[in-house]
């Protein structure tokens, strides 16, 4: 029997080999066809088939026969699917076309669908198709190949019958650069830089015309990520900007606070001043921002309809404002320069009027120069309560978390670009992960317990894919309020100004710690790299497990029946709402030779999501005096600010968000869309079938979003990305609701 075993196990062997010589043999051709739309040419205001499709090549003597799959979005509570490592989820469908009996092949009943790593060490079959379109089961492989084999049976494990077709997933174009990349990568050309000389000068006149920042600030270098390298013609690039850092005075700003809890009722006025502290991290002293000498600032509850006064005053060298994220108050109010105020000069006090329509969790930040004033601190969340009492199912208690990044070089914090923003490209990703502004979060609970955690991402760039192994954890609610109904997950991705609530139990005694596992690109190797980074700890005491008021609850999916019933009378107009459309991308110029050059090898294929800087000194050495992000209404070719929307109070509009693909660097948009809110209704075609009010909403590369945006607020809005470089570098538009 052993000898059975041993002989069915060799010729599984043996098949393995002849699929993985058989898909190396077309790998070549299932590229190009995978270039090619699935369905065709590609049409305007889809989501890439290059990114999201695979064409399947049919072996000799099977000309006859063709397909694809769709690599559809998975079901879940987020705009991106992940596996709690960091793997991309995709939902297959295949359609298949010209094939012949199964039979016709030898005893083959069905055609099988198998999705396996590139080398085939890994194995997994997906489904059973035939001709037409098949749903799939979801693949959350980093690189794998799909294959058609004829099979003797329908519950076959493994592939042993003959090969009908086969495909390789978009992301297998990530391939180590040849020889001749890696020599161009090798030379130290220097002829972008600026000489030190020329930088000094702008620096100074810089310092004469505004009278900020730090004369002593220079650059050094940027962190490399662990495990990484680079060529030595990216490690000679320096932004062509002078650099600046907080300047401390004669007298060191005072040390910084933690976060205090300030009740507010209706009436009520509160003082925010923005100034400077000092504060400790990595052993080194930096000089930052800070609302009211806090890091966060105040955490702000008040009730939902109460309105307070805000009295900012502006303690920094150089303009701000507050801009009151998600909350949609008087249009006066938001904060926004050029459009709603004036900016708030140093020196100088603005009185802002801020009322509450919505229960949730929400926040504020500047709305000048985000890159350099939201990194150094300026941020603080507003907890609003609704008046029922079952808003949420129950928890034994609540903590609210601002997760950040911040960006320490060995000589301290790495300089921001002083007239305009460095890490123009991808965005400023941090190297120290903070939440509630410090390194390494810990809470103590007791055995059992239900944690309600608020999260919100305050970072410039990084989006999150946070868990807590070992703990059982339900999205409950987004932005501005309930989910329709609350959904097991095993991690949630939070991109920038993103807000989600999570209910999470802690059943085993022991330490549990707050997880950023992602899956980023070793661009130089072109293969994918697992980064787990631990932002905090949850210790749960070795008691005996106690009795809670949420225990029943809390492994109950709660159905929020008054959100349902309120997100039902605007859904049923999706399909009779007029239509907009918007399409995300990126031109650049004068950027380095190299950067250019490597950049176009890297765009052979994107991540949905950049979840980590692994081109460091190309991003930091990109300003957005080189890079111009476009919001482009395809309707009438208006970008950015020169698009002039507007709108009736009370339009429901379905709008469509394209995140082009065809660009030197496509990567996610965290889409913010100010004073209104919106439901997120499809991503890449597939509906969502569970939903929550939104103000922000994370695109990934190549992809489509569409919105039904309710359009209640009157006034002159914003719609921008909320990549605090992208935003710098122009990636914003103003809308009316008249």
């Known amino acids: 029997m052993s000898a059975v075993r041993a002989a069915a196990r060799t010729n599984v062997l043996a098949h393995r080999i002849r699929c993985v010589a058989g898909v190396l043999l077309v790998v070549a051709t299932a590229s190009r066809a995978s270039a090619q739309s699935c369905d065709g040419p590609p049409r305007d205001l889809e989501h890439s088939r ?37 793997s991309m989820r995709y939902s297959p469908t295949i359609t298949l076309t010209g094939l012949p009996a199964p039979a016709s092949l030898g005893r083959g009943v069905a055609y099988v669908v198998w999705a396996a790593t590139p080398s085939m060490d890994q ?12 749903p799939l089961d979801v693949v959350d492989f980093d690189k794998f190949i799909v294959l058609v084999t004829a099979e003797e049976s329908l519950d076959v494990r493994e592939p042993t019958g003959p090969i009908v077709l086969r495909g390789m997933s978009p992301s297998t174009r990530l391939q180590p650069p040849e020889l001749l990349q890696f020599t161009l990568g090798a030379v130290r050309d220097t002829s972008f830089t600026r000489t030190r000389s020329s930088i000094a000068d702008d620096h100074v006149a810089h310092m004469a015309a505004a009278s900020a920042g730090d004369s002593a600030a220079r650059w050094t270098s940027v962190p490399m990520p662990r495990g990484l390298a680079m060529l030595p013609a990216e490690m000679a690039l320096k932004p062509a900007v002078a650099p600046y850092l907080p300047r401390a005075g004669p007298v060191a700003p005072p040390m910084v606070r933690p976060r205090r809890v300030v ?105 000048v120069r985000e890159d350099v004033q939201q990194e150094l601190g300026l941020y603080g969340n507003m907890l609003v309560r609704s008046p029922r009492a079952d808003y949420f199912s129950p928890a034994d208690r609540e903590e609210v978390l601002m997760l950040d990044d911040l960006l320490v070089g060995d000589d301290g914090l790495v300089p921001f670009g002083a007239t305009s923003a460095t890490h123009a490209l991808m965005g400023r990703f941090g190297n120290v992960f903070l939440v509630n502004g410090e390194p390494g979060y810990r809470l103590q609970v007791r055995r059992g317990e239900v944690v309600r955690f608020y999260l919100t991402n305050v970072s410039n760039t990084r989006t999150l894919n946070l868990s807590f192994p070992g703990a059982r954890m339900k999205v409950i609610a987004g932005d501005l309020g309930n989910f329709e109904k609350e959904v097991w997950s095993e991690s949630v991705v939070i991109g920038p100004a993103e807000r989600y609530v999570v209910h999470a139990r802690f059943d ?83 950027l380095p030779f190299i950067t250019q050059q490597l950049m176009q090898l890297d765009s052979v294929y994107f991540n949905p999501v950049e979840w980590s800087g692994t081109m460091p000194s190309m991003n930091w050495a990109s300003t957005a005096e080189q890079v111009r992000w476009v919001i482009r209404d395809p309707s009438t070719g208006r970008e950015n600010m020169d698009i002039d929307w507007r709108f009736r109070r009370g339009e429901i509009v379905r709008l469509r968000l394209v995140n082009e693909r065809r660009s030197l660097h496509a990567m996610q948009h965290p889409i913010h869309i100010h004073g209104q ?18 103000d922000t909403v994370l695109l990934p590369a190549g992809a489509t979003a569409d919105l039904l945006l309710e359009l209640s607020n009157p006034g002159k809005w914003m719609l921008h990305c909320h990549i605090a470089e992208h935003l710098s570098a122009d990636m914003m538009m103003g809308f009316t609701v008249q």
């Open 50 to 86: 290059d990114l999201y499709c695979i064409q399947l090549v049919p072996v000799p003597g099977m000309e006859r026969a063709s397909g694809h799959v769709e690599l559809g979005h998975a079901a879940g509570p987020f705009t991106v699917s992940v596996t709690t490592e960091g």
């Open 123 to 134: 194995v997994r079959r997906i489904g059973v198709a035939n001709v037409g379109r098949t």
């Open 263 to 367: 009740q507010l009722a209706d009436g009520d006025t509160l003082r925010l001043t923005a100034g400077l502290v000092t504060r400790t991290i990595k052993g080194r002293s930096l000089t930052m921002f800070a609302f009211n000498g806090q890091h966060p600032g105040p955490l702000l509850q008040v009730k939902q309809g109460a309105e307070v006064t805000v009295i900012f005053a502006n303690a920094l060298d150089q303009p701000s404002t507050i801009h009151w994220h998600g909350v949609r108050l008087d249009n006066r109010f938001d904060g926004i320069p050029g459009l709603t105020q004036d900016a708030v000069p140093a020196g100088r006090s603005f009185t802002y009027r801020v009322r509450f329509p919505d229960a949730g969790i929400y926040w504020y930040h500047p709305h």
């Open 508 to 590: 085993k005694a022991g330490d549990v710690p707050l997880l950023n596992r992602v899956r980023a690109i070793d661009h130089l190797f072109g293969r994918f790299r697992e980064e787990t980074d631990t932002l905090g700890v949850v210790t749960s005491t070795k008691a005996e497990s106690i009795v809670t008021r949420s225990g029943g609850a809390f492994t109950t999916l709660r159905t929020d029946t008054a959100v349902t019933a309120e997100i039902s009378r605007v859904r049923r107009l999706a399909e009779r709402a007029p239509r907009r459309s918007l399409v995300m991308g990126v031109e650049t110029k004068g």
């Open 677 to 694: 809110r919106f439901l997120v209704l499809a991503v890449n075609g597939t509906p969502k079938t569970n939903l929550a009010w939104k």
